[in-house]
């Protein structure tokens, strides 16, 4: 996507240095940050300075990488089993970062001891990863466009646009194809508490792309659906279950609730490799604890100019942080893929993810 008149992508190798889209700066600054060493890069991904799932997968794939071009030719198959080990251990609930991680893997083992060709290997496998990532969201748009009108009024959670892919997004796809067709959507954006990502991101990103949006508070999407406000919602995810049960920020499981109970379709977005075949249902999916501090404290530019944070809570009062939650299938009318809309089941999903 174009950031003021430039071509970017949330994340690139360049010799064996990565760049990234600091996200935390969106939407005060724009600036690309690099990272020297897979260390760094896992460190990002901890930090969240580059989130969401697509590009949480092309990130760990792209850091698997250096971590192969760094490792020293002695000891080479014990670094890397070692920066896996890292990378993994970033972020638990986003199925596409293991995704990303074993399709480098798989190429240096399939290089065997050839260490030259491994480091090639790796390289073009994470480059693929990312590739591939853009076009399935790419597809994904597409697909979800004849879910469109004329006018639509859509709602949407956390931020599944191109930010948290490598290029499109997953549930902003659509809009940007609907928008791009001239049917003229309307996006409710949900803050998203704790860390503001639908505030923060989603807004900028449709205010970039010229998309008609207004920002509110997440406790205002169920009275906007039972005023007749929203047509359809659609949000990402993070890991798909064999029976279509969906992870996702916290706070979509409450829009599918007032979704249902008001007769509105709710979709999800999301390439294949976020469904994890493994996972039989919701209940098996690890859900990410985040620090409290995210939700005691909120961050911002000062009026000095100083990216600060402050505590909105009483000093003595703990908080608790669940960042993702997981909607049961049956609240999901249909899964946007890049093969197709499917449905949350478990035939469907498992065929999906086998093609
Ligand atoms: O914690 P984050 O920001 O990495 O959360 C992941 C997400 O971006 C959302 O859950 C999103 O809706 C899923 S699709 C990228």
Redesign the pocket.
């Known amino acids: 996507m174009q950031v003021e008149g430039k071509q970017y992508r949330t994340v690139w190798l360049e010799g064996s240095t990565l760049h990234l889209i600091n996200q935390p700066m969106i939407p005060h600054r724009f600036q690309v940050v690099t990272m020297a060493r897979y260390n760094d890069t896992a460190k990002a991904i901890t930090d969240?300075v580059v989130?969401?799932?697509?590009?949480?997968g092309a990130t760990g794939a792209l850091g698997m990488a250096q971590a192969v071009l760094q490792a020293p030719d002695e000891g080479f198959h014990e670094f890397i089993a070692k920066a896996a080990n890292v990378l993994r251990g970033t972020?638990p609930t986003?199925q596409n970062l293991f995704y990303g991680i074993s399709k480098v893997l798989d190429a240096v083992q399939e290089a065997g001891d050839n260490i030259p060709d491994a480091r090639k290997a790796a390289r073009a496998a994470a480059q693929d990863v990312a590739d591939d990532d853009a076009e399935n969201c790419r597809a994904i748009g597409q697909n979800g466009l004849p879910l469109f009108h004329h006018g639509i009024r859509v709602s949407t959670?956390?931020?599944?646009g191109w930010l948290?892919?490598v290029d499109w997004?997953?549930?902003l796809s659509p809009v940007y194809a609907a928008h791009r067709a001239g049917l003229t959507p309307h996006v409710w954006v949900d803050e998203t508490r704790p860390?503001l990502?639908g505030a923060r991101l989603t807004a900028w990103e449709l205010a970039q792309e010229g998309v008609s949006h207004q920002v509110v508070a997440d406790n205002a999407s169920g009275y906007l659906m039972r005023n007749g406000q929203v047509d359809l919602v659609i949000?990402?995810?993070?890991r798909i279950a064999a029976n279509g049960d969906v992870a996702?920020?916290i706070g979509?499981y409450t829009s599918a609730l007032a979704a249902k109970a008001n007769g509105i379709p709710f979709f999800v977005a999301?390439p294949t490799t976020t469904i994890d075949p493994d996972c039989p249902s919701g209940d098996s999916i690890p859900i990410?604890i985040r620090t409290q501090d995210e939700v005691r404290y909120v961050w911002g530019w000062s009026d000095d100019g100083r990216f600060t944070r402050v505590r909105i809570t009483p000093d003595a009062s703990p908080g608790h942080n669940p960042?993702?939650d997981v909607t049961p299938a049956s609240l999901i009318s249909g899964i946007i893929t890049e093969k197709g809309i499917i449905e949350a089941t478990t035939r469907a999903v498992t065929s999906v993810a086998r093609s």
């Open positions: 969240m989130r969401g799932a697509g590009a949480i972020r986003a959670h956390c931020n599944a948290a892919f997004g997953s549930a860390r990502q949000v990402g995810s993070d996702n920020k979509t999301a990410e960042a993702f």
